[in-house]
């Protein structure tokens, strides 16, 4: 089997090639990422020479640069994680995230087409269902919920998922979508809220939290994830939508206030910022069609997670140090200063 893992520089598409060449010792997998800010070689160093990997920097939006790939190594699967990520990002410059999450998509599912492939794996976001209101506990996003998305990210994301179920039924592409809510775990890129906060408690730096902190998301330790995804491409039905979340709906204000209790820092660090532009106020997945087909349920408890994350941003300084020293600081001064 091989299968080719689009975006797996970055946090989750790594968190995957590390699960499945530990869980596979017979596959063979091809990571295709350009290395985008996003992006990070050093986090896949400790399987570069594993001789079942292959890292290959190209674009999924060159046609001609991933049709070379495919001729190369015959992919069996394609599991696409390759995305602009991150929401406010998208709401300065969104025409990167049309090039890639859009265009990037179709390339790579014109080069299944063309080649031939056992199944295109589209790796989404619950953003696609838009948000909840906080009134109402008892609504959850299932795979009918309509798409209704908030930002040109969650847009982007959802006109590539209305492109893979075209492809599935126009041209019979064998296709999978999952729909996932928020991750956390490590190699979590610091401009995200988890990551994000315990860099800056790390350095003593105010905790910039949007609004009133009261948006709520719903928590997912990136290994359950990632086991996820490793179900629906073996044994998912061609042609479905999965929801995959942990049903742990916490509002950011906690999240901040636990990072600051295991960290010994202060509260007095948080600072109210501006709020987000057209901020989704709670994302809930209800994961029911994952558990009952697929046997899949999320393993790893909030608590237990969020201690793991942050023993890994302690132990693993380096790694967000030289991210945060870089460009970051001109990103960081952007997005954060009179805010
Ligand atoms: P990330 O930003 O950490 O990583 C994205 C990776 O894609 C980077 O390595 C980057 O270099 C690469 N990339 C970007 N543009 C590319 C291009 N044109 N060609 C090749 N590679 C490119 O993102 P993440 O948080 O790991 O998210 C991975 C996927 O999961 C995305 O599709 C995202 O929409 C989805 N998702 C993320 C979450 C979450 O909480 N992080 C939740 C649900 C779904
Ligand atoms: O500095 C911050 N302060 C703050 O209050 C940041 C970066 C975020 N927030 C808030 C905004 C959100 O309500 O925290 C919440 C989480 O923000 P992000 O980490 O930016 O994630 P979110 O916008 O929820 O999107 C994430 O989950 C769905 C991923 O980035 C997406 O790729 C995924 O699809």
Same mark, same amino acid.
């Given at each position: 089997?091989?299968?080719?893992?689009t975006?797996?520089?970055?946090?989750?598409?790594?968190?995957?090639?590390?699960?499945?060449?530990?869980?596979?010792?017979?596959?063979?997998?091809?990571c295709?990422?350009?290395?985008?800010?996003?992006?990070?070689?050093?986090?896949?160093?400790?399987?570069?020479?594993?001789?079942?990997?292959?890292?290959?920097?190209?674009?999924?939006?060159?046609?001609e640069?991933?049709?070379?790939?495919?001729?190369?190594?015959?992919?069996?699967?394609?599991v696409?994680?390759?995305?602009?990520?991150?929401?406010?990002?998208?709401?300065?410059?969104?025409?990167?995230?049309?090039?890639?999450?859009?265009?990037?998509?179709?390339?790579?599912?014109?080069a299944?087409?063309?080649?031939?492939?056992?199944?295109?794996?589209?790796?989404?976001?619950d953003?696609?269902?838009?948000?909840?209101?906080?009134?109402?506990?008892?609504?959850?996003?299932?795979e009918?919920?309509?798409?209704?998305?908030?930002?040109?990210?969650s847009?982007?994301?959802?006109?590539a998922?209305?492109?893979?179920?075209?492809?599935?039924?126009?041209?019979?592409?064998?296709?999978?979508?999952?729909?996932?809510?928020n991750?956390?775990?490590?190699?979590?890129?610091?401009?995200?809220?988890?990551?994000?906060?315990?860099?800056?408690?790390?350095?003593?730096?105010?905790?910039?939290?949007?609004?009133?902190?009261?948006?709520?998301?719903?928590?997912?330790?990136?290994e359950?994830?990632?086991?996820?995804?490793?179900?629906?491409i073996?044994?998912?039905?061609?042609?479905?939508?999965?929801?995959?979340? %942990? $049903?742990?709906?916490?509002?950011?204000? !906690?999240?901040? +206030? @636990?990072?600051?209790?295991?960290?010994?820092? =202060? *509260?007095?660090?948080?600072?109210?910022?501006?709020?987000?532009? %057209? $901020?989704?106020?709670?994302?809930a997945i !209800?994961?029911? +069609? @994952?558990?009952?087909?697929?046997?899949?349920? =999320? *393993?790893?408890?909030?608590?237990?997670?969020?201690?793991?994350?942050?023993q890994?941003?302690l132990?693993n300084?380096?790694?967000?140090?030289?991210?945060?020293?870089?460009?970051?600081?001109?990103?960081?001064?952007?997005?954060?200063?009179?805010r």
């Amino acid at each position: 089997m091989t299968i080719i893992v689009t975006g797996g520089a970055g946090f989750i598409g790594s968190n995957f090639i590390f699960h499945m060449l530990d869980k596979y010792p017979d596959y063979r997998i091809i990571c295709l990422d350009c290395l985008t800010y996003a992006g990070n070689l050093s986090t896949l160093a400790p399987v570069m020479d594993n001789p079942n990997f292959r890292f290959v920097k190209e674009s999924i939006t060159d046609r001609e640069a991933v049709y070379k790939l495919f001729e190369e190594e015959h992919p069996d699967m394609v599991v696409n994680f390759a995305a602009e990520s991150h929401v406010d990002r998208s709401i300065e410059n969104p025409e990167v995230f049309l090039d890639t999450n859009i265009k990037g998509t179709a390339v790579l599912m014109d080069a299944c087409r063309k080649y031939g492939i056992q199944r295109y794996h589209q790796v989404s976001t619950d953003e696609v269902y838009g948000d909840l209101p906080l009134d109402r506990p008892d609504l959850f996003f299932t795979e009918e919920t309509p798409i209704h998305t908030s930002s040109p990210y969650s847009s982007s994301k959802a006109g590539a998922d209305l492109l893979v179920l075209a492809y599935h039924r126009t041209y019979g592409l064998p296709v999978t979508i999952s729909r996932c809510s928020n991750n956390y775990g490590p190699y979590h890129f610091p401009e995200k809220l988890i990551p994000l906060m315990i860099a800056n408690a790390l350095n003593d730096k105010p905790l910039p939290v949007y609004g009133k902190g009261e948006n709520v998301r719903d928590w997912l330790y990136v290994e359950d994830h990632c086991k996820a995804i490793d179900l629906i491409i073996h044994k998912g039905r061609v042609g479905e939508v999965y929801n995959i979340g %942990g $049903h742990n709906e916490m509002k950011n204000i !906690d999240i901040v +206030k @636990i990072i600051c209790k295991e960290l010994g820092k =202060p *509260e007095s660090l948080i600072t109210y910022v501006t709020d987000r532009k %057209g $901020h989704d106020m709670r994302y809930a997945i !209800d994961p029911t +069609k @994952i558990h009952n087909e697929l046997g899949w349920l =999320p *393993e790893t408890k909030f608590a237990d997670g969020i201690k793991k994350t942050i023993q890994w941003y302690l132990d693993n300084k380096e790694w967000w140090e030289t991210i945060i020293s870089g460009e970051y600081q001109n990103y960081y001064e952007k997005m954060y200063a009179n805010r």
